[in-house]
């Protein structure tokens, strides 16, 4: 998808209850309002038949980390926009936060990156919020944080990385970058 300017695939990555859905949500509306064909896939977390918070294990984790790749798959062959609720990096943080550096793993997931046209960091702003599902545990939601940004680092990705002091022009900004990269090429004005 990279090297074509017609289709795009956004990923927010970061740690849980940060906002990444509600991100995800708005922004397939505001594409959908230019008519932009899209897909948004939806955080696999949830549909995790395995523990997963603190209590994950590596093989949960691969289950994640697989059906969120395949789920990309599919919605890439289907449309030209693809949004996703997390990337295969954060699937990996939680892995290696769970069990250690997983190699074989790791090989796949850093071959995978380069299939993101765009990674959107959204930062911590609040303590998680109790929804049923995900840790509420502020030390692990940081842990996972330090560990993305960490990934991000050493891998040599670049994100675009939101202000936590900026929240309510995250959607904006994030919108101006995806249209910019599906923009046609303009030639220059006299």
Known sequence: MADDPQRLKVAFI?????????????LAARLKARDVSLE??????RQCPLPINEQTSVAA???ILHTQVAAEIVAAERYPVVVCDRSALDNYVYMWLAG?????VEVMMEAWM???DLLVLVPIVDEPRPDGLRATDPSFQR???????????????TALMLDPGTRDG???LVEDAVMTRLAPPQLPLL
Do not use: D, I, P
């Not at 948004?40 to 977390?45: G, I, K, R």
């Not at 250690?100 to 074989?104: E, K, L, P, T």
């Not at 842990?143 to 990934?151: C, D, L, P």
């Open 14 to 26: 970061g740690s849980h209850g940060v906002g990444k859905t509600t991100l995800c949500y708005g």
């Open 40 to 45: 948004v896939v939806h955080e696999v977390a």
């Open 61 to 63: 984790q691969s289950w």
């Open 100 to 104: 250690g550096r997983q190699r074989s």
């Open 114 to 116: 380069s299939t993101y």
């Open 143 to 157: 842990a996972v944080e330090e560990g993305v940004r960490r990934e991000l680092q050493r891998r040599g990705l």
């Open 170 to 172: 995250w959607l904006s």
